[in-house]
């Protein structure tokens, strides 16, 4: 299905991104992917354009190209941008996956499905749903791209927290805080009130695989899929994980006392509050995109064996 094919990623250089390649290009895809920081390859079916993927670089880019597959990695704060990408793309492609996000769904749906409401809908917190620029954009770019009825070659994805050696994440703490707080010997500070809520968490190579098993596919055109392995850990079992391979000190406190250590403290209320999904149960049933792609439970790698892979990546 895939051998021979070309597919572009924008802003594929990421956590997501080349763990997507990487799948795609084992399965005989040639890859070229834009980014904005300088790479160099050593396999002649990947290759690296360094640009800022903007709307008018990306027509004079794709004036000469067409792609059989392209994903779109890039963030549309203000959603009311995208339209005009969206367009292009889904003309320069067979099939255009977009990336949305996970933390697009409210708390409403246990396991969370892809029909679960979405925190734009269903939100009574008017000053996130008007200040927020991720999950909210995300919500109103998915929006935009139903309501194009020209273009219909599309799929929407939506990750769950997907970990690499380029970003470990614990709850709110993200990026190198985790690996700054194990040099430093302090210990995490996370709220017993999440401890038993389950975690959107896994190991990007699991996202990776599932974005690019998602290519191609007829029955995936006009969809939307969350992208997990649904290993459906709670935060405590991540922090055991966290534990348990990189000996980092992990306390759980009463709200008051965390906010007291969170990275950034003067406004970690708001940023509790911009990222405020953590403290929703985010328990995935992704029978839906196994059944799109005929992948199955055994075909993922467990997150501890993810988090040992990238661990080991750092320290060696």
């Known amino acids: 299905m895939l051998k021979n094919k070309r597919v572009l990623l924008i802003a594929g250089d990421g956590t997501l991104g080349m763990y997507t390649a990487e799948n795609l290009i084992s399965a005989g895809v040639s890859v070229d992917i834009i980014c904005l920081d300088m790479h160099t390859s050593q396999n002649e079916n990947l290759r690296f354009f360094q640009m800022d993927a903007t709307l008018p670089n990306l027509t004079a880019f794709l004036k000469d190209n067409h792609y059989n597959g392209i994903v779109n990695f890039l963030h549309y704060p203000d959603a009311a941008e995208y339209p005009a990408y969206h367009k292009l793309l889904c003309e320069h492609a067979e099939h255009l996956i977009v990336l949305s996000s996970y933390r697009v769904y409210a708390d409403e749906m246990h396991p969370v499905t892809e029909k679960a409401p979405q925190l734009l809908d269903v939100s009574e917190d008017t000053a996130f749903v008007e200040q927020e620029t991720y999950a909210i954009s995300k919500a109103r770019m998915e929006k935009l791209i139903r309501e194009d009825k020209i273009h219909t070659n599309w ?162």
């Open 155 to 316: 799929t929407i994805v939506r990750p769950v927290i997907s970990f690499s050696d380029k970003r470990f994440d614990l709850f709110m703490y993200s990026g190198q805080e985790i690996t700054d707080a194990l040099e430093k010997g302090t210990p995490l500070y996370l709220p017993n009130g999440a401890r038993k809520l389950t975690a959107g968490w896994d190991w990007a190579g699991n996202s990776g695989k599932l974005i690019a098993n998602l290519l191609f596919r007829e029955t995936a055109k006009g969809e939307a899929f969350t992208i997990s392995s649904a290993q459906n850990l709670t935060w405590e079992q991540v922090a055991e994980l966290y534990q348990k391979v990189i000996g980092i000190d992990i306390l759980w406190v009463e709200e008051d006392v965390y906010f007291s250590h969170a990275p950034n403290a003067e406004d970690a209320h708001w940023q509790w509050r911009y990222v405020y999904d953590r403290m929703f149960d985010r328990d995935i049933d992704n029978s839906k995109i196994l059944a799109v792609t005929g992948l199955r439970k055994e075909d993922f790698r467990s997150v501890e064996e993810g988090l040992r892979l990238e661990w080991g990546k750092r320290s060696s």
